[in-house]
């Protein structure tokens, strides 16, 4: 059974950083590109980040651009954001999240996700 | 960016049949992916590929997409249907993913 754990959460200041992390199990990690989804409290969902199998391909959303930087460890099958100059508005529940296949194509679909982490941006 | 539109909110009652549509610039020329999010829980696929079904999701949801609308069909409503649903896309030309924002299905 594949399951993702994310961890790493909490409560930080805002311009500060947090790193989260994802432990992926019950599939060969390194044959899958992997994403980070986030969804603010009450509202919809957004795709943060994504990387490929061997970290060759790499995409971020605008919104996080230049602060957020994503990597794997294929030896460790995990999966990390860390996170820098931290906003209010990155408050949100954080959902690593499985691709269908090894890169980051036009045919990148999400399955399955894990239960999320927390992440609270506030002074 | 690619902009994905949805309406907030549909309402069925049981037994009926529900559409959800996601509206893009020619979204008939992309691969669309929809996700059923229950209040306290993950996102779950239920279509991916316009209209292919993972296995264990019932026959009951069914997808279709053609010029600038896809369309997420649940036939004879059960009230456990009643959640969040979510289009998805992947926007080849900056490489990233794309949401709808989302629609809430109300069982009445």
């Known amino acids: 059974e594949v399951q993702l754990v994310e961890s790493g959460g909490g409560l930080v200041q805002p311009g500060r950083s947090l790193r989260l992390s994802c432990a992926a199990s019950?599939?060969?990690?390194?044959?899958?590109?992997m994403h980070w989804v986030r969804q603010a409290p009450g509202k919809g969902l957004e795709w943060v980040s994504g990387?490929?199998?061997?970290?060759?391909?790499?995409g971020y959303a605008d919104s996080v651009k230049g602060r957020f930087t994503i990597s794997r460890d294929n030896a460790k099958n995990s999966l990390y954001l860390q996170m820098n100059s931290l906003r209010a508005e990155d408050t949100a529940l954080y959902y690593c999240?499985?691709?269908?296949?090894?890169?980051?194509?036009?045919?990148?679909?999400?399955?399955?996700w894990g239960q999320g982490t927390l992440v609270t941006v506030s002074s | 960016s690619y902009v994905l539109t949805q309406p907030p909110s549909v309402s069925v009652a049981p037994g009926k049949t529900a559409r959800i549509t996601c509206g893009g610039n020619?979204?008939?020329?992309?691969?669309v992916h929809w996700y059923q999010q229950k209040p306290g829980q993950a996102p779950v696929l239920v279509i991916y590929?316009?209209?292919d079904r993972p296995s264990g999701i019932p026959e009951r949801f069914s997808g279709s997409n053609s010029g600038n609308t896809a369309t997420l069909t649940i036939s004879r409503v059960e009230a456990g249907d009643e959640a969040d649903y979510y289009c998805?896309?992947?926007?080849?030309?900056?490489?990233?993913?794309?949401f709808g924002g989302g629609t809430k299905l109300t069982v009445l």
């Open positions: 020619n979204i008939g020329s992309k691969s």
């Open positions: 998805q896309v992947w926007d080849s030309s900056s490489d990233s993913g794309v």
């Open positions: 590929y316009d209209s």
């Open positions: 990387i490929s199998w061997n970290s060759g391909s790499i």
């Open positions: 999240a499985k691709d269908i296949g090894p890169s980051l194509s036009q045919d990148n679909w999400f399955d399955p």
């Open positions: 019950g599939f060969t990690f390194d044959d899958y590109a």
